[in-house]
């Protein structure tokens, strides 16, 4: 038998059908007691992880010198009355909101670290 090129092979998973393609996984699955799932499953789970968390969380960790100003975004960022957002502010370390996109995370992080606040992204 003739050893085959790995362009010969290229050139006939480009030409082959579906089912020609099924039977090929299926005879490497038999023959060498391979899962093809588990080899399509880690690239996938790998690139979600890479991609990075989908929801997370935005945590006052300190108010700084301007506690008023941080007060007032963390009014603006939550729609909290003047006395909860107080609250929230005195009780940090404190989670200002959760299981939110890391985009909207990014733009409450800046609003709180432009009012003087030290702010953490889980």
Do not use: H
């Not at 039977?23 to 992880?49: N, Q, R, S």
Request: proline share 3%.
């Amino acid at each position: 038998m003739a050893k085959l090129t790995q362009d010969d092979i290229l050139a006939y998973l480009e030409e082959a059908t579906i089912l020609e393609l099924n039977d090929l996984v299926t005879a490497i699955e038999d023959k060498f007691g391979v899962v093809a799932v588990a080899a399509v499953a880690a690239p996938a789970a790998a690139a979600e992880e890479a991609a990075g968390p989908s929801e997370v969380t935005v945590t006052l960790t300190s108010v700084g010198g301007t506690k008023v100003a941080v007060i007032k975004a963390v009014r603006e960022i939550t729609g909290l009355g003047l006395v909860d957002a107080k609250k929230l502010v005195d009780s940090a370390p404190a989670v200002i909101k959760e299981n939110i996109a890391p985009e909207e995370a990014d733009q409450i992080k800046e609003k709180l670290m432009g009012a003087g606040a030290t702010v953490e992204i889980k």
